[in-house]
């Protein structure tokens, strides 16, 4: 099945600065790559994601890049505020797998003030 | 429209007892899924559905049953709690591929 690394696990920056979080995936057949943030005690929202046909993806200060040729994809935060402090995850889904989401282990992003 | 719905938020069992959680979605999604978070461990998917009637096993499925007679709920029955099942439990349900979560049950079993 399905294997999906995340780093780092940690991450601190100033706010301002710029974020980024790396996933690996393992299955050649994953075709689908969404990110959620989780606040804590809330629940994951997704925040963007990607497909296997597309390189790159913006949304503000938001953007996700995928290697397929390398298994591995990207979330990218700049001009980071205090408010993107959360734990953020990665995932991917497999084709024909009924949509099974498997996840990465999380970051927790802290933005210093 | 409530999207995802979560009963009970917190419980606490004490070991041997059974309980169900009720995940209910009002998004006529035929996809449903119940995880389970635990510190450092990311979210693992226990059991899923793909439709009304059907079920399958997940990453962590032991102790564990699920049904779905309903296209809506989507249920996670525990029949004999261990401390091991503390955590926090995800339901999730989804068209084609986005997953949208409810808000938890945090179980605590002692």
């Known amino acids: 099945g399905e294997n999906v690394e995340q780093h780092p696990s940690t991450l601190s920056v100033q706010e301002g600065d710029s974020a980024v979080i790396k996933c690996t995936y393992s299955?050649?057949?994953?075709?689908?790559f969404p990110w959620y943030k989780q606040e804590l005690g809330k629940r994951p929202q997704l925040i963007i994601d990607?497909?296997?046909?597309?390189g790159e993806k913006k949304d503000q200060r938001i953007a996700v890049t995928l290697n397929k040729t390398a298994k591995h994809f990207s979330l990218h935060i700049t001009e980071t505020q205090p408010e993107d402090s959360a734990v953020y995850f990665c995932?991917?889904?497999?084709?024909?797998?009924?949509?099974?989401?498997?996840f990465g282990s999380g970051t927790q992003l802290t933005v210093l003030p | 429209n409530a999207g995802v719905t979560q009963t009970p938020k917190f419980r606490v069992l004490k070991t041997g007892q059974s309980m169900t959680l009720l995940c209910a979605q009002d998004?006529?999604?035929?996809?449903m899924y119940w995880y389970r978070q635990d510190p450092g461990m990311g979210l693992r998917l226990i059991h899923y559905?793909?439709?009304?009637?059907?079920?399958a096993k997940g990453e962590v499925p032991d102790g564990y049953n699920v049904s779905r007679l309903k296209k809506q709920n989507f249920l996670l029955g525990l029949e004999s709690a261990a401390p091991s099942q503390t955590s926090v439990y995800f339901c999730?349900?989804?068209?084609?591929?986005?997953?949208?979560f409810g808000p938890g049950t945090r179980l605590t079993v002692l």
């Open positions: 999730a349900s989804s068209d084609l591929n986005e997953q949208f």
């Open positions: 299955d050649s057949a994953s075709n689908y």
């Open positions: 990607i497909r296997s046909n597309v």
């Open positions: 995932a991917a889904i497999s084709e024909g797998s009924a949509r099974q989401l498997t």
């Open positions: 998004m006529n999604h035929e996809y």
């Open positions: 559905s793909v439709g009304e009637g059907t079920t």
